[in-house]
C-alpha cells in the first residue's frame, strides 16, 4: 500500500522556488499542521538547504554516529532523502541534528555507491533500496508504508522529485504558499520538469496568512 502523498511548497508569484526569501515559520508551520510521518525531499533540495541550518558544516562528533532516541510523545516527522548518487555524503549528521526531524531515512538505489552505503551503516543511518540505477520513488514509498507504517508523506523538496511524484500519478493534493513577489527570467519554475500535459486540479482551500501570504490547496484529480 501507498501513503497518502501531499506536495507542499513556497512559491513566488510567478511559480519560482528561487530568487527570493521563504518565510520558514509559514512554511514550516502549514507543513506542521498536516502531522506527516513523514517528510521526502530530493538530494538537491538537501543539499541546498544546508545553508538554512548552518552558515558552516559542522564536524561530526561521537553523537553523530548513533540514533538519535525517538520520545514516544515525539510528534516530528521523519526526513526520507533521496539519494542515489550519494551526494550527501559527510553532510548527513546536518539533517538529524534538525529541529525539525525525527530522523532521516535515506533513499538509494542498486547503483549508489557502496562506499556511501558503508558511510550510512556506519552512522547507523535507515536506508531503503529501491530502483535500478534511480531511487523507484513508488516502491520505497510502499516499502516505507509496510516497514514504518508511514500513512501521510509530504514532499518538502524541488521541482525534479516533485515533476517525478505528480507524472507518476503518486500525489492526492498539493499545497502552496504563495509569496507576493516576482522573480521574473532567473527564478525555477516548481513543476519544471513535468512533461505530461493536462493534469488537472480542484481547488479545496484558500486562505491569507499574516495578511501577506495565500495558502492553496488543491486536489489532484486523477485520469
Known amino acids: 500500500m501507498l501513503p497518502r502523498l501531499v506536495i507542499h511548497n513556497t512559491i513566488s508569484l510567478d511559480g519560482s522556488t528561487t530568487g527570493f526569501t521563504a518565510n520558514l515559520d509559514v512554511h514550516y508551520g502549514i507543513l506542521g499542521n498536516y502531522e506527516p510521518d513523514a517528510m521526502i525531499v530530493g538530494s538537491n533540495t538537501a543539499k541546498a538547504g544546508t545553508q538554512f541550518f548552518c552558515e558552516k558544516v559542522p564536524p561530526e562528533d561521537e553523537l553523530d554516529f548513533k540514533k538519535p532516541e525517538i520520545q514516544p510523545n515525539d510528534t516530528r516527522a521523519y526526513w526520507m532523502i533521496a539519494d542515489s548518487r550519494g551526494i550527501l555524503e559527510g553532510l548527513m549528521h546536518v539533517f538529524r541534528r534538525s529541529e525539525y526531524s525525527k530522523d532521516v531515512i535515506v533513499l538509494v538505489s542498486e547503483k549508489t555507491p557502496e562506499p556511501y552505503i558503508n558511510y550510512l551503516k556506519e552512522r547507523n543511518y535507515d536506508f531503503i533500496r529501491a530502483g535500478a540505477a534511480r531511487v523507484d520513488i513508488k516502491q520505497a514509498l510502499e516499502i516505507a508504508n509496510e516497514r514504518y507504517g508511514f500513512k501521510l ?71
Do not use: A, M, W
Open 153 to 223: 508523506v509530504v514532499s518538502d523538496s524541488g521541482g525534479i522529485l516533485n515533476s517525478i511524484l505528480l507524472e507518476q500519478g503518486l500525489v492526492e493534493e498539493i499545497s502552496l504558499v504563495l509569496t507576493p513577489e516576482i522573480v521574473g527570467k532567473t527564478g525555477t519554475n516548481l513543476f519544471r520538469g513535468i512533461e505530461k500535459s493536462g493534469i488537472q486540479l480542484e481547488l479545496v482551500r484558500n486562505e491569507i496568512v499574516e495578511k501577506k501570504y495565500v495558502h492553496l490547496v488543491y486536489r489532484v484529480l486523477k485520469e
